[in-house]
C-alpha cells in the first residue's frame, strides 16, 4: 500500500472523527451520556489518525491477527536473482534490487601517519558523498569466519597421519626416527585441530550496497548494477582497492545472519558460554 | 520533526481540542470529558513525536508477536528481530550511533575537528580488538545538492546579518545576543567556504547492528542485550549518542538491510531515535 492510500487513511479516521464532533454540538443537554460515548469514539479516531503517519502499515495485518500474531508479510523477506549477485524485495507494486560492493582495505592505524589517519578518516566521507541521485550504504561489518571447510580438511588430514603412525606403530622394523617424526607430525596436526575449535575466528570487510527501483525485475537489476559499478570504481579510486560485487555466499554474509554466525561456530560459542 | 509531522499533529490537536470546547453538551460528566481529552491529547502528542515509547508498550500489554517476513519474529517486547532457522535462534538488535554530526549538519562548529577524525582510525582499531561477536557500523548517506545547500546557507545568512544589523541599532540588546549572533553568522560563513574548498554537503544516518545466537528465543534475546551492553561500552570512546533502537524505527532499520528508499524517506522514517 503507498502513501497516498495511507493519508487516505488519515483523511477518513479525522474526517469521521470531527462528524462525531459535529454530533455532539448539536446534541441536546439531557444526551450527556451519548455525548461522553460520542467523545471517546470521536477522540479515539482522532488519536487512530495520529498514528497512521507511523503505523498505517500496520492497521489491517492487526486487525487480521490470529493467536496475537501479526503477521506483516508470510514472504521471504528478499530473493536472490538467478545470477546470484543482487538481491530483489517488492514492495507494494515496486520492486526493488541491491547489489553490494566488497571494498578489500587492509590498512591498519599502526602503519599509518597522522595526515594518512586524517585523510583515511576523509576518504569514508568522500565515499559515501560520491553520488548525490540515490542513497549508499557503507557497512563495515565483523563477522565469523565459516571454518567448516577449513576444520574438515584439518579433520582429514589429522585421521590420515594417525592411521599413517599407528601403523609405523605397529610394524617393528619401523626406525625410531621415522616414529619419533611421525609422532612430532601427529601432536602438530593435534594442536592445530584443538586450536581451531578453541574460539571463533572473525574477520572484518568493509562493503556498500545500492539499491534501485524499477518496473519490473529485470530494470531493477541493471539499474542497480550500473550504480554498483560506479560506486566501485570511485571506491577503487578511492581507496586504491580493487573494490568488486559480492555474490552468492558472500553476499548472504553481509544479509542474513546465520551467514555471519555459521553453524560451525555455534558449538564454540555454546562451549564458551 | 518534518513538515508533514508537524501538520498532522496540528490537525489532530485541532480535532481533539474540537470536542473539548462542547463542555456544555458533558452536563455533569464535565470533568471525565476532560480527563479523556487530556489523555487524548497525550497520547496524539506520544505517538507523534516519542512513538518508541508507547508502541513497546502497546505490544508487551497486548501480548503481540509480529511477523515481518518467513522465519522471522520481532517479539512482544520489539527489541530484536530473531530469525528461526537450523533450530537455532538468531537475534538482531539495533543502537543509534551517528558518529559525528556531520560538519554541514552540525549546529556549532566543533574546533579540532580535524584532530578528533584523525583519531578515528585508532579507535575503531581498539573498538574492533574488544569486540568477540559480529556486528555491523552502519552509514546511509546521500550527497545533498551542492547548490541548493549554498542557496539555503547563504539566505540564513542574510537572514543573521539582518537580525545582527537591527539588534546593533537597538539600545536594549544585550551584548550576549550579539555575540551569539555573531557566531552563528561564523559558523554558516565557514561551512560556506567548506563548500567552495570542495567538501560535499551530507544527509545521513548511522547506526550499529548485531547478531547472537541461542538455542533458544529467551537465550538468543539475553545474549542480544548483553551484546548491545558491550558495544555501548565500548562505542563510547567515539562520544556517541547510543540508544537501543525499539519499535516502529527497528522494523524499518531491519528492512533496511535488504533494500533503500529514497533518503528523504529514510530520513523522515527516523526521526526520533537517532
Known amino acids: 500500500m503507498n502513501k ?49 503517519k507511523f503505523y498505517a502499515y500496520y492497521f489491517t495485518p492487526f486487525l487480521k491477527r490470529k493467536n496475537n500474531t501479526v503477521v506483516l508479510n508470510a514472504e521471504p523477506p528478499f530473493y536472490v536473482t538467478a545470477s546470484g549477485n543482487a538481491i530483489i524485495v517488492r514492495e507494494d507494486e515496486n520492486v526493488y534490487a541491491s547489489v553490494f560492493v566488497k571494498i578489500p582495505v587492509y590498512l591498519s592505524s599502526t602503519e599509518m601517519s597522522d595526515e594518512d589517519k586524517l585523510n583515511f578518516a576523509r576518504s569514508f566521507s568522500k565515499l559515501i558523498t560520491i553520488n548525490s541521485k540515490y542513497p549508499m550504504k557503507l557497512a563495515s561489518q565483523l563477522y565469523y569466519l565459516n571454518k567448516d571447510e577449513y576444520i ?34 601427529l601432536a602438530m596436526w593435534h594442536n592445530l585441530f584443538d586450536g581451531v575449535n578453541k574460539s571463533p575466528s572473525q ?48 553476499m548472504l554474509t553481509f544479509i542474513e545472519p546465520e551467514y555471519s554466525i555459521p553453524p560451525a561456530t555455534i558449538s564454540e560459542l555454546l562451549k564458551k558460554d | 520533526m518534518d513538515e508533514e509531522t508537524i501538520a498532522r499533529v496540528g490537525i489532530t490537536l485541532v480535532v481533539a481540542m474540537i470536542f473539548a470546547t462542547y463542555s456544555s453538551a458533558y452536563g455533569p460528566l ?22 518508541f515509547l508507547l508502541f513497546p508498550l502497546f505490544t508487551k500489554m497486548l501480548k503481540i508477536t509480529t511477523i515481518p517476513a518467513k522465519d522471522y519474529t520481532i517479539p512482544k517486547e520489539n527489541e530484536g528481530v530473531v530469525k528461526y532457522v537450523n533450530g537455532l535462534y538468531y537475534a538482531t538488535g539495533y543502537i543509534t550511533a551517528n558518529v559525528y554530526n556531520y560538519v554541514f549538519q552540525a549546529e556549532q562548529m566543533t574546533e579540532g575537528e580535524d584532530s578528533e577524525m584523525a583519531m578515528g582510525p585508532d579507535k575503531w582499531e581498539k573498538a574492533l580488538m574488544s569486540i568477540k561477536f559480529p556486528f555491523k557500523f552502519v552509514a546511509i548517506g546521500q550527497a545533498v545538492d551542492i547548490q541548493k545547500y549554498r542557496d539555503d546557507l547563504e539566505g540564513r545568512r542574510g537572514y543573521l546579518e539582518f537580525q545582527f544589523s537591527r539588534s546593533e541599532g537597538d539600545a536594549h540588546t544585550s551584548s550576549t545576543v550579539l555575540d551569539d549572533l555573531k557566531r552563528r553568522m561564523r559558523v554558516i560563513q565557514v561551512r560556506i567556504d567548506r563548500l567552495g574548498a570542495g567538501e560535499r554537503p551530507l544527509s545521513s544516518m548511522m547506526y550499529i547492528e548485531t547478531t547472537s545466537v541461542g538455542i533458544t528465543l529467551n537465550d538468543s534475546l539475553t545474549n542480544l542485550t548483553q551484546q548491545v551492553d558491550q558495544l555501548q561500552t565500548v562505542f563510547n570512546v567515539f562520544d556517541l549518542n547510543l540508544v537501543r533502537v525499539v519499535g516502529r524505527e527497528m522494523y524499518q532499520l531491519y528492512k533496511l538491510n535488504y533494500y533503500l528508499p529514497e533518503m528523504d524517506r529514510i530520513i523522515s522514517d527516523f526521526q526520533f531515535q537517532k
Request: aromatic share 10%; no cysteine; hydrophobic share 55%.
Open chain 1, 203 to 250: 574477520n572484518q570487510i568493509a562493503y556498500t550496497m545500492v539499491s534501485a527501483m524499477g518496473a519490473n525485475e529485470e530494470e531493477a537489476v541493471a539499474i542497480a548494477m550500473q550504480r554498483a559499478e560506479e560506486i566501485s570504481a570511485g571506491a577503487g579510486s578511492i581507496f586504491g582497492v580493487t573494490a568488486s560485487i559480492a555474490s552468492g555466499e558472500e
Open chain 1, 4 to 52: 497516498n492510500f495511507y493519508f487516505i487513511i488519515f483523511l477518513a479516521f479525522l474526517s469521521a472523527s470531527f462528524i462525531f464532533a459535529v454530533i455532539i454540538s448539536i446534541l441536546p443537554p439531557s444526551l450527556f451520556p451519548l455525548a461522553i460515548l460520542l467523545m471517546i469514539i470521536g477522540l479515539f479516531l482522532d488519536v487512530l489518525a495520529a498514528s497512521t
Open chain 1, 152 to 185: 574438515r580438511r584439518i579433520s582429514a588430514k589429522l585421521n590420515e597421519v594417525e592411521d599413517r603412525y599407528e601403523k609405523l606403530k605397529a610394524d617393528k622394523t619401523t626406525p625410531d626416527r621415522l616414529l619419533g617424526r611421525a609422532e612430532g607430525e
Open chain 2, 30 to 51: 464535565y470533568i471525565l470529558a476532560l480527563a479523556i481529552f487530556i489523555i487524548a491529547v497525550i497520547l496524539i502528542t506520544i505517538l507523534s513525536l516519542a512513538d
